[in-house]
Structure formats: structure tokens, C-alpha cells
């Protein structure tokens, strides 16, 4: 991941609507979810989501797909590590970063 696509990325997780879209379709996982389901589990009218879900896509953090008449929407995974790996690149000065079990680097 490139700068520039990591400030996209950011860019479009800094609203709450769409962050709050971003992480029911993480919840979701690997099946991901119609925009009527998601909709309706986050309480937002489906222009509103539809609108986000653009920007997201726009940003390479979700993926679209149709399914005869449906739409099923996903989280990009990949693209999502590639954002954290990003961010923690050299989160150790240069040094081979070492993890706890909860995933939080012990040598900073």
C-alpha cells in the first residue's frame, strides 16, 4: 500500500456511518451482506448506506458483487491488513517488530 491509497482508505473510515458500515461487514466476514440487511442493522435509510457504501468501494475497503437481482457487499481484507501494515510498518525503529499472543508489538 502506497501513501496515497492509505490516506483514501482513511479518509473514508473518518465518518462514523461508514466506519460503523466498515466494521458490520468485517463482523460479517467472508458471506458478507445484502445493503437491506445492512440497513437495517445499522438503523440508516438505504440511500444514506448507498451513498457510504460507494465511497468505501471508491477506497478499495469493500468489494461489491451481484448475485442475480442482489448485491452483496464485503469487507476487502487484504486491503484492510495491507492499511494496518501500513500504519505499523516501523512501528520499531527498523528492528523486526516481536508480537505478544494479543498482537501488540513488545519491542517500542
Known amino acids: 500500500m502506497n501513501e ?6 482513511l479518509s473514508a473510515l473518518a465518518h462514523p456511518q ?6 458490520a461487514l ?3 466476514g467472508v458471506p458478507g451482506l445484502m445493503p437491506s440487511v445492512l440497513a437495517e442493522q445499522l438503523g440508516v435509510a438505504r440511500n444514506t448506506l448507498s451513498f457510504h457504501l460507494k465511497e468505501l468501494a471508491h477506497a478499495g475497503l469493500v468489494s461489491v458483487e451481484q448475485q ?5 457487499y464485503r469487507a476487502d481484507f487484504s486491503r484492510m491488513s ?7 510498518e516501523h512501528c520499531c525503529q ?5 508480537a505478544s499472543e ?6 517500542c
Not at 461508514?18 to 466494521?23: A, E, I, N, S, Y
Not at 442475480?68 to 452483496?72: A, P, V
Request: proline share 3%; net charge positive; charged share 15%.
Open 82 to 88: 495491507g492499511l494496518l501494515g501500513y500504519l505499523t
Open 26 to 28: 468485517v463482523v460479517a
Open 68 to 72: 442475480g437481482r442482489n448485491l452483496i
Open 18 to 23: 461508514r466506519l460503523r458500515t466498515f466494521r
Open 4 to 9: 496515497d491509497q492509505a490516506i483514501s482508505a
Open 94 to 98: 527498523g528492528a523486526p517488530c516481536e
Open 102 to 107: 494479543s498482537g501488540v508489538c513488545t519491542t
